[in-house]
Each structure stands twice: as C-alpha cells, then as structure tokens.
C-alpha cells in the first residue's frame, strides 16, 4: 500500500469538506425546522439494531443493503441502518405504542449505510431525511406527504421538479391473479422494470395461461407517460380486479390534486415501476431534477411494515438524502450558494483594540463571517472574504468593500 492508497475513500464513502459540508449542516438545521413546523416530531433511531428488528418484514432489497456485524457483547447479528424508514415504523408501533392509536408524525435525519450503490454516480453512506406519518389510511395522509416532500425540496431552493407516480397495487393485483411462482415472477418484473418487451413477451406466452392477465401485463409495460396514461390505462386495464380500479382511481385524485396545488410540478406515471425496496403497498412517489437521473426523493405507502411489531399501522412518508440534495443546490444556483460563504476580514489588531472587538462581536451576532487576519497574510489569503476592516482618517473602523 503506497502513502496515496492510504487515503483512499472506499466507493461511496465520501467525506464533506468545507463549504459544503457547512452549506449541508445548513439546510439540515431548515428542513428539520420546516418538519417540526408541519407536526412532525423529530427521533434519533440508532445507528445499528439487531437483524430481526432491523430486517423483519422489510423484504430482501434492505436486507441485501445492509451492512451486517457480529455484536461482541451479545453474539448477535446486528445490521447498520440502510434506511431509517422501518426504524421509524418500529419506533411507532413499539416504542411508542403506549400513546394509542392517533395519528403520530414522525421525522429524522440520520446518515445510513449501504453495500451498494443505487447507481455508480450515488452515495453508499447517504444523509437520510425523512417524514413519516402513522395512523390515517385515506388519501389526506399522502396528499399531506407528497406536500410536504415538494416542501422540502422548495426549501433546498431545487426547482424544476418532475414527480412521478405509481402505485404497487396494480402490479402486484396483476401478478396475483397469473398464479405462477416466485422465480417466474421475478423474471416478469425485472423484464417489466427494464421494459424489454421482447423478453416479457416471451415469459408471459411460457408462464401465464390466462389470456387477460397476458394482456394487462404486456399492457402495463407500454404505460408510462403523462396524465393521458391513467385514461389509456383504464381502457387496457378493463376486467382487472377492483383493486386495480381504486388504485387508478387513487392515482388520478392525487393527480389532480397536485396539478391545482403545484401547477410548476411536471407529472409522469409510470404504471410497471415499482423503484425502492419493497415494503410499499401502495401509492408511491419520485422526484426527478433534469441536472440528475436517479431519484432525489422517494416515498409512498407501507400499511404493513408495523404488523411484525405487533401493532399494524397504516402508514405512510417519504425521505431524501441531504449530500444529494446540497450537490444539486451548489448544480443549480452556483453563485447563490457561493454568496452564503462571504464574510468579512479583520486586522490581528482586533484582539488588540477593544473598539474594533467590539465591531466584530456586533457583526457575528447578526451571523456575519468575520475572519481575523493573524498572520497578516491579506485577502488574497482569505478568498471568502469579499469586505474588510479598514481604519478611516479619523481612526474609526469602517468596513470597505473588495
Ligand atoms: N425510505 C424510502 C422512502 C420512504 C419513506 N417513507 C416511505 N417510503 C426510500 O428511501 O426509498
């Protein structure tokens, strides 16, 4: 191992240095502010938990996620958390299941860990922040949701939002009734997500029998696009389950009321997608920025994930990661972000003369930067600073521009 390789980061593993790392403290401190400001009660879920609690009833994408250590006071498997939502849902159905049934409103920031990228370009130890909201089963809970995710990436100045909608049910209804067994099924669904028509043509005609299940599932690959899609879908959908009616039903009141609420939001369905990890059972959301691919929010509806705990709660919120959304911010408004990082330069006469002290007391308390210059290197030395601290004719203290 040469000097260099000593420190390397592994892939994914990125340390913050200045400014963004303050820029991330920042919106921290603004977001959770913006929560509490809608109801949302901040927790502080562990960083590890044994396996059972951590992976119970989470499906096996987290579990593949997880980091996984032997506790040396218990012998136990522990996993370190890869998603701080199910930690959440435990909290709410057992720790806090002493305070009834109402509806509780929960928020976090917390950094997880994980064996693998979503993508190459995404973190392996993102900054998880997230609302969660337990207890209300109908469609207020995920409007109120959906608002508050679109809040947040209001407040992290991101714009250009495009929200895509799904919803588990349609799928899953739809896979159901095929009556095939679990590998078939994975081999339909990852064609489906990948739209490779071809191969799903080719295992739909192998595996299903049923004609109707055939064409709604070859339908639903092709089901993707703006608004026309929920109409499209309830033509190629006809003679599908009840629930898969509701769920398009569902789909186009939040539609609906996303278009008169955040008319700036471009909307997309995507009827086959099922993208995060499968704890989701029904409504479920992205949020997209053109400067990026991958999703910059994620959320949706989990009614069961609290039934392993013994009190099954409907359930339903959505998390960001808080690196991403500072390294869109820095992408989309450079010189803004620049701006927040300016102060003001001071002479090393400051812990010499009381009177400009006392200036420089005065300016840090309205939260301006103030460097004092110690070894009197200048401003070429200090590139953030765009003022400094000059003496006037009269000896006064005045504050000169760059
Ligand atoms: N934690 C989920 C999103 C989510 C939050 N709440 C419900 N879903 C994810 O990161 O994909």
Request: aromatic share 6%.
């Amino acid at each position: 191992m040469t000097i260099a390789d000593r420190w390397l980061l592994p892939d994914g593993m990125e340390e913050l240095l200045p400014p963004r790392a303050y820029t991330l403290e920042a919106l921290r401190r603004k977001l959770l502010d913006l929560l509490a400001a809608w109801g949302y009660d901040l927790v502080i879920p562990p960083s590890a938990e044994y396996l059972e609690s951590l992976l119970t009833g989470v499906g096996k994408d987290l579990d593949l996620q997880t980091f996984k250590v032997t506790d040396q006071s218990s012998g136990r498997l522990m996993g370190v958390s890869a998603d701080v939502t199910p930690q959440v849902a435990r909290i709410d159905a057992h720790s806090l299941s002493c305070e009834g049934e109402g509806i509780a409103r929960l928020c976090y920031c917390h950094p997880v860990l994980r064996t693998r990228a979503d993508n190459p370009l995404s973190s392996r130890s993102p900054i998880q922040l997230g609302a969660e909201l337990f207890g209300h089963a109908g469609l207020p809970s995920d409007l109120e949701i959906l608002s508050l995710m679109l809040a947040t990436l209001e407040a992290a100045e991101l714009d250009q939002i495009h929200l895509d909608l799904g919803h588990v049910n349609i799928y899953r209804t739809l896979i159901n009734q095929a009556q095939i067994d679990e590998q078939e099924a994975e081999a339909i669904f990852a064609a489906l997500q990948d739209k490779r028509f071809a191969d799903l043509d080719t295992l739909l005609q192998a595996y299903v029998e049923c004609a109707q299940v055939r064409a709604h599932l070859t339908a639903l690959a092709h089901l993707h696009g703006d608004m026309r899609v929920l109409e499209q879908a309830k033509r190629d959908l006809q003679g599908a389950p009840e629930s898969v009616q509701a769920a398009l039903v569902q789909l186009e009141q939040i539609a609906h009321w996303i278009q008169a609420s955040y008319p700036q939001v471009t909307l997309y369905f995507d009827l086959a997608e099922l993208r995060g990890f499968n704890y989701h059972t029904g409504i479920m959301f992205a949020a997209y920025v053109p400067q990026w691919g991958q999703a910059i929010a994620k959320g949706g509806r989990y009614d069961e994930t609290g039934k392993v705990f013994g009190r099954a709660r409907p359930a339903t919120g959505f998390s960001v990661d808080l690196k991403l959304l500072v390294a869109l911010q820095e992408l989309q408004h450079p010189q803004t972000h620049q701006r927040k990082h300016l102060g003001v330069l001071a002479p090393v006469q400051a812990y010499t003369d009381a009177q400009l002290m006392h200036k420089i007391r005065a300016l840090r308390a309205q939260g301006e930067r103030v460097w004092v210059d110690l070894a009197g290197e200048g401003t070429k030395a200090h590139p953030a600073c765009d003022r400094q601290w000059v003496q006037n004719a009269q000896g006064e203290w005045v504050i000169s521009p760059l």
